[in-house]
């Protein structure tokens, strides 16, 4: 059965982040990347993208990676339908307590955990803040709303039993795949091209989280900050081939990245989209130089099969208006 039948997972709307060095978050997300930075139960750091009371919480942990992933449902009766769901699969499921959900900014949550073990909390009802958003430093803030906060990309040994997981017992739809030169699916469960991504390796590791901005300016003074870095950068400015983003990769306070964007695609007729299998994940930039010599040049060979046939890709421009400098200067 469908589970989209069931129920329907509307946004990846929020991510926790176990890290071992709180204050270096504290700087990267606010001074760096332009984001709210507040103090939250615990010494954990809330953090604010938009309208949103939190995006992210960031606990502190004798590890580095994913703490919980949260994904939305549009209201309690979809959250009860999905626990029947998950329960008659033989997943079990677990009420989040009321202290949880009031660190979440939901109304309510129930957790599971996916083939790899991450903790997978399906929510409703989330908070958003009492006063309007306030960057770190001057932006033109995020695309977010109802396209979620970005996407998360999971590296996992279990790569079938992790798809069946999200595409089969959450309703994730398949945006498009790679079979070479590893396997790789990616998902969403609105708009945005992909929420979710899973990438076949040896070893279970957070491989990146995205977030977009509303303008290319902020992507190219970024890059102008990481720059000043040395070892910030961890994959150079490029564009994808499935999402189209314009982007480049940071490296995080906890030793996985970030990949900061703009203008990704979307998919508005969702019933209609068919994957399709990718050659190469970038048609242009993007030196991954964290990786070996041969994988590297074996990118640089599917990207270059791309330029000789002169790939282009059209950028969906979403206007939106600035923050008042003046304000924010305030």
């Not at 640089?300 to 924010?328: D, N, Q, Y």
């Amino acid at each position: 059965m469908n589970p989209r039948q069931i129920f329907e997972i509307v946004q990846v709307a929020y991510l926790g982040i176990a890290a071992t060095d709180l204050p270096a978050w504290r700087s990267f997300a606010s001074d760096y990347l332009g984001m709210q930075v507040s103090d939250a139960e615990g010494g954990r750091l809330s953090i604010r993208m938009d309208e949103r009371a939190q995006r992210f919480l960031i606990e502190s942990a004798p590890r580095n990676g994913v703490g919980f992933i949260g994904l939305e449902l549009r209201d309690d009766a979809a959250l009860s339908a999905a626990e029947r769901f998950l329960n008659e699969q033989g997943v079990t499921t677990t009420s989040g307590t009321p202290a949880e959900c009031a660190l979440r900014g939901v109304a309510a949550m129930r957790w599971c955990v996916d083939p790899d073990g991450n903790r997978v909390e399906l929510c409703h009802g989330p908070k958003n803040a009492a006063g309007p958003f306030s960057p770190g430093r001057p932006i033109g803030g995020f695309r977010t709303g109802a396209l979620g906060f970005g996407h998360a990309v999971l590296q996992t040994p279990k790569i079938e039993p992790m798809r069946h997981f999200y595409l089969g017992l959450l309703g994730f739809r398949l945006s498009d795949y790679m079979e070479n030169p590893f396997k790789a699916s990616f998902m969403h469960v609105n708009p945005r091209h992909h929420s979710l991504a899973l990438l076949e390796f040896p070893e279970k590791r957070f491989q990146h989280l995205m977030v977009e901005y509303n303008f290319l300016d902020d992507v190219g003074r970024l890059y102008d900050i990481a720059l000043r870095e040395p070892g910030r950068i961890m994959t150079t400015l490029g564009r994808h081939s499935n999402d189209h983003m314009l982007s480049f990769y940071s490296k995080t306070p906890g030793g996985f990245m970030i990949e900061t964007g703009w203008a990704g695609r979307v998919i508005n007729d969702m019933d209609a989209w068919k994957p399709e299998e990718l050659s190469s994940p970038s048609i242009w930039g993007h030196e991954r130089n964290y990786l070996p010599p041969e994988v590297q040049a074996n990118a640089k060979k599917a990207m270059h099969a791309i330029e000789k046939k002169g790939v282009l890709a059209p950028t969906e421009v979403i206007r939106s208006p600035a923050f008042s400098l003046t304000r924010v200067e305030k």
